[in-house]
C-alpha cells in the first residue's frame, strides 16, 4: 500500500501534477482554518500518510495508468492539479474574507510545479475590517417589535464597534425566525427578515439596518394563531394511507373529544397512551416547539415508522390552525440473534443468545422483550478439540416490560415527557451458572425500575424494588480418595480461595434499592468537548436489618448468627461506582478521551461478604484491554500460589475478582480510510490501567489487598493499537492490546514489555511451569460492537 501511494505521480499523464501543498498567506489566523476550507476538495492534498490516495491507486490503476471506466468506489483519488480549481479556489476565499468584513478584500494565487508535484499559494490583500457603527431595527408591527425587543435584542449577535459578519447576520434572522414561530406566528417565514448595508462612509464603517415586514398580501399586520381541534390517525398497516380525502370523512364519522379526535384505523393502539404525548392542545399558542416535541416523543415510543404533522387553517376565518397528525404503524414484533466469540491463546469459547420484542405488546407502545441466552468457555490444548475442556457453563432466561410512563402506585405523578420520554421497567430472570468441579449457582432476579429525563444530557434511573434470590452449591469434593492428586488440588483450591468459594456456596437473599445518574449520555457519539459522567450507588439490607431488628434477630455474621428472611440470611451492603470521562475534539476525525472507572463493595451489618455476582473485575474489551476479562488481579495475586495444576485449572475465572476495581484509560482516535467497503475505517491508539484489590477481611492470600503505599507496584499497564470500521448505524471494532506492566510479578520483572522484545519464548516456558495450564500471552485481541466508552 505504502509503494502504491507514494508513486501516485507514476499514474498520471504527462503533462498533470499531483497538489502536494496548499499555503495560504496574509489571512488572519483567526479565519485561516475557515478560508481552508474553500478550496476546492479535488485539490486538496491528501495528508501525511495519503492513505485513502493509497487505497486508490491499489484498485483503479491498470497498466501504470489510472482507469477511466469501472473505478472501485475505495479510497479517495490523488487531487490533480486544475487551473479552474485554483481559480474558483482563489474567488471562493475572497468572497468569503468579504463576509468577514474585508470588503476590500483582494485574493491572488500562484502554482509552483517541480517534478509533477505542484504547490499552491493563496495570498490575501485583506485591507482593514469594517466595523458596525450602529445597528438600527425597522420593525412597523408594534408586537413583532415587542416580541423582538424581549427576546432577540438583549442577545443580539449583532453588535455595534465589533467587525462586520455576514454570519451574525444569518445567526439573527434565524434567532427571529424561530422566535416568532414560538409565539404564535404561524405564518412567519425568513424572507421577512432582510438587511441594509451602508458601507459608503470613512474610516471602515459600516451602517447595518434591520427589516422585518409586514406580509405582502395582507393590510394587516402579522397574525398570531391559536391551536384549535386536533386530529390524530394511525393508519390501517405499515403501508400507509391509502385512501384520499380520507380526513372529512372520519371527521364527520367521529366526534372530538377534548378539542382532539382520535382514530386509529389500525386498531392496535388504545388512546390514551398515544394522546398523551401530543404537545399541540386546543386553545393553546402556536409554538413550533410543541411540534417538534410531539415529533420526538411520538418517534421514541418506538411503535411508528412515520410521524407527520400537517396544518389546516380554520373555516372559519379565525386565527385558528387545526394540527393533523398522520401515524404510519411499524411492524410490531422482531426477533433478535446475537452471537459472541472470546478468546486468547489459552480459552475459547461462545455465547448465542435469542430475543423476541413485542414494541405493542399491550396496545400502548409496551415494550415487551423475552431472551434466551446460553454460551460456554473451555480451555485451549495442543492436540485436542478446541471444547474438549469446557471448564464454564451459562444459561438465562429473562423477561421485561416497559411502559413509556411512570407508573407509581398510591401517587399522582405529574406528565414529565417534555425532556423525554420516561419508563417504567418490570424484569425478572433466571441466571444458571456451572463452574466445572467448582461450584454451581441460580440467581432469581426481579426488579421495577423507573427511568427519566431530567434534561436532555441529565439521565436518571430509581430501581425501588430489587429483590434476589441466589442458590449456590459447592462441587469441590475433598472426601473422595480414590484420585489422591485430585483430592489433595481440591484440599488446595478450598485452601486458597476460601473466600470466594464460601461466597460461591451461599443460598440468600437480596432485597436493595438502585440508582443511576448520567451526564452528556447523548453525546457520546460527537465529535466535540464535554466530560461525561456516570454514577451508580446500590444499597441492599438497611429495611430488611430494621425489621428483623424489631422481630428480635441477631445479626452477627462473624459468629455465624444472621437475620434471616423466609429461612434466609439476607445480604447487607453498599455498592457505589462511578465512570468519568474526558472527550477532547482535535478537529477533523480525530478525537482524545480520558477515562476513569472506580467502584467499590462494602458488606456490612447482617453481611460479611459481597454477593459474588456483586465483585469487580478486570480487564476485557472496555478495560485494560491487553487482559482477557477476569485474567487480571487481584492486587499482587498470582496464579501459581495454587501449586496443582488441577486446582489452578478448577479456579480459573473466580479467584481474580475483587471487592474494589480502579481503570484508566487514555485513547487517541484517528481516521485511517475516508471510504472502506461502504463506511470510514478509524485508527485508535490506547494506554489502559488499572486493577482489582479486596478490602474485606478474611482473604487467605495477602497480595489481594489494596496498600496505597504499593500502588505502583500493584498497577496493570497495557497499550494497543485499534480499528473502528464505522459504518453510520454500527460501529465494529477489533482492539489489539499488548501486556507492558504485570503487578503478578515482583520487581523489574513486572515490566513484561521487555520480555516481549527479548526473552518472550524462555519467559513464555518458565511461566507455562509454574503456571501450569496457564498459558502467558503478551497480546490479547479484543472484538465488539461500538465504542469501548
Request: with cysteine; aromatic share 12%; glycine share 8%.
Amino acid at each position: 500500500m505504502i509503494l502504491a501511494g507514494c508513486s501516485s505521480t507514476r499514474y498520471i499523464e504527462d503533462y498533470q501534477s499531483i497538489v502536494k501543498k496548499v499555503k495560504i498567506d496574509s489571512i488572519d489566523k483567526n479565519l485561516e482554518e475557515e478560508a481552508e476550507d474553500y478550496i476546492q476538495k479535488d485539490i486538496r492534498p491528501a495528508g501525511k500518510l495519503g492513505l485513502n490516495v493509497q487505497i486508490y491507486n491499489l484498485f483503479n490503476t491498470k497498466n501504470g495508468k489510472y482507469k477511466t471506466s469501472n473505478i472501485k468506489p475505495l479510497g479517495t483519488p490523488p487531487p490533480i492539479l486544475d487551473s479552474n480549481l485554483v481559480e474558483i479556489s482563489r474567488n471562493q476565499i475572497e468572497k468569503f474574507l468579504k463576509t468577514k468584513g474585508y470588503f476590500n478584500a483582494k485574493v491572488k494565487s500562484k502554482i509552483e510545479v517541480a517534478k509533477q508535484k505542484a504547490t499552491l499559494t493563496f495570498t490575501a490583500e485583506q485591507g482593514s475590517p469594517f466595523l458596525i457603527n450602529s445597528f438600527q431595527q425597522h420593525i412597523p408591527d408594534s408586537a413583532v417589535k415587542a416580541v423582538y425587543d424581549e427576546y432577540i435584542k438583549p442577545r443580539t449577535a449583532i453588535i455595534e464597534g465589533t467587525r462586520y459578519d455576514e454570519d451574525s447576520l444569518v445567526v439573527e434572522r434565524d434567532r427571529i425566525y424561530h422566535t416568532m414561530r414560538e409565539h404564535g406566528y404561524y405564518d412567519f417565514v425568513r424572507p421577512y427578515v432582510r438587511y441594509v448595508q451602508d458601507s459608503n462612509q470613512n474610516n471602515s464603517r459600516v451602517a447595518v439596518n434591520l427589516y422585518i415586514d409586514n406580509p405582502l398580501d395582507s393590510t394587516t399586520k402579522h397574525r398570531v394563531y391559536t391551536i384549535g381541534e386536533t386530529n390524530l390517525i394511525i393508519a390501517p398497516s405499515s403501508d400507509g394511507f391509502v385512501e384520499e380525502g380520507l380526513l372529512d370523512s372520519l371527521k364527520a364519522a367521529k366526534p372530538a373529544f377534548r378539542g382532539l379526535r382520535y382514530i386509529d384505523l389500525s386498531k392496535k393502539f388504545r388512546r390514551n397512551p398515544i394522546t398523551r404525548y401530543d404537545f399541540l392542545r386546543e386553545g393553546d399558542v402556536f409554538d413550533i416547539q410543541n411540534e417538534t416535541l410531539t415529533y420526538d416523543r411520538l418517534y421514541q415510543l418506538n411503535v411508528f415508522k412515520n410521524v407527520r404533522i400537517e396544518y389546516n387553517k380554520a373555516k372559519d376565518s379565525s386565527n385558528k390552525v387545526e394540527p393533523v397528525i398522520l401515524l404510519i404503524p411499524q411492524k410490531r414484533m422482531s426477533n433478535r440473534i446475537e452471537g459472541e466469540i472470546p478468546f486468547n491463546d489459552g480459552t475459547v469459547g461462545f455465547t448465542l443468545s435469542n430475543t423476541y420484542t413485542n414494541n405493542n405488546f399491550l396496545k400502548g407502545a409496551e415494550r415487551f422483550q423475552f431472551q434466551i441466552k446460553g454460551g460456554l468457555q473451555s480451555r485451549r490444548s495442543e492436540g485436542k478439540s478446541i471444547f474438549s475442556d469446557i471448564y464454564q457453563r451459562d444459561f438465562s432466561v429473562s423477561a421485561s416490560l416497559s411502559v413509556p410512563r411512570l407508573m407509581v402506585p398510591f401517587m399522582d405523578i405529574p406528565m414529565m415527557g417534555k425532556n423525554g420520554m420516561p419508563f417504567t421497567t418490570f424484569s425478572t430472570s433466571y441466571q444458571y451458572s456451572l463452574q466445572k468441579d467448582v461450584t454451581v449457582r441460580r440467581i432469581f432476579t426481579n426488579s421495577v425500575t423507573y427511568d427519566w429525563v431530567e434534561t436532555k444530557s441529565k439521565l436518571h434511573s430509581l430501581t425501588p424494588l430489587n429483590i434476589e434470590y441466589r442458590s449456590g452449591r459447592i462441587l469441590i469434593d475433598t472426601l473422595d480418595e480414590s484420585d489422591i492428586d485430585k483430592n489433595n488440588a481440591n484440599k488446595e483450591l478450598l485452601k486458597n480461595n476460601s473466600y470466594n468459594i464460601r461466597i460461591l456456596g451461599r443460598q440468600d437473599f437480596t432485597l436493595g434499592i438502585k440508582y443511576a445518574y448520567s451526564l452528556n449520555a447523548d453525546k457520546l457519539l460527537e465529535n466535540r468537548n464535554f466530560i461525561y459522567f456516570r454514577g451508580n450507588m446500590e444499597v441492599a439490607g438497611n429495611l430488611l436489618q430494621g425489621i428483623t431488628s424489631l422481630l428480635g434477630q441477631e445479626h452477627n455474621p462473624s459468629a455465624g448468627q444472621y437475620g434471616k428472611v423466609f429461612g434466609l440470611p439476607f445480604n447487607q451492603y453498599i455498592r457505589p461506582e462511578v465512570d468519568f470521562r474526558w472527550y477532547k475534539s482535535l478537529g477533523g476525525f480525530r478525537q482524545f478521551v480520558a477515562r476513569l472507572n472506580a467502584g467499590v463493595g462494602y458488606a456490612y451489618g447482617n453481611s460479611d461478604a459481597m454477593p459474588f455476582d456483586k465483585l469487580f473485575y478486570a480487564g476485557g474489551s472496555s478495560g485494560v484491554r491487553a487482559w482477557q476479562a477476569r485474567t487480571l488481579g487481584p492486587g499482587n495475586y498470582n496464579r501459581s500460589v495454587i501449586s496443582s495444576a488441577i486446582a489452578r485449572n478448577a479456579a480459573f475465572g473466580i479467584d481474580q475478582l475483587g471487592q474494589m476495581r480502579i481503570e484508566g484509560n487514555l485513547e487517541y482516535r484517528y481516521l485511517l480510510i475516508n471510504k472502506f467497503l461502504g463506511g470510514k475505517l478509524k485508527g485508535a491508539a490506547f494506554v489502559d490501567f488499572g486493577n482489582t484489590w479486596n478490602i474485606a477481611p478474611g482473604n487467605p492470600q495477602p497480595e489481594t489487598y489494596f496498600k496505597f503505599d504499593e500502588l505502583d507496584k500493584q498497577i496493570a499497564i497495557g497499550t494497543g493499537l485499534g480499528l473502528r470500521m464505522d459504518v453510520q448505524f454500527f460501529v465494529f471494532r477489533f482492539d489489539l492490546g499488548l501486556k507492558v506492566k504485570d503487578p503478578q510479578f515482583r520487581g523489574a520483572d513486572q515490566w513484561v514489555i521487555n520480555k516481549f522484545f527479548s526473552g518472550g519464548k524462555e519467559f513464555k516456558a518458565q511461566y507455562a511451569i509454574t503456571n501450569n495450564p496457564d498459558v502467558y500471552s503478551f497480546l490479547q485481541y479484543n472484538f465488539g460492537i461500538g465504542f469501548p466508552f
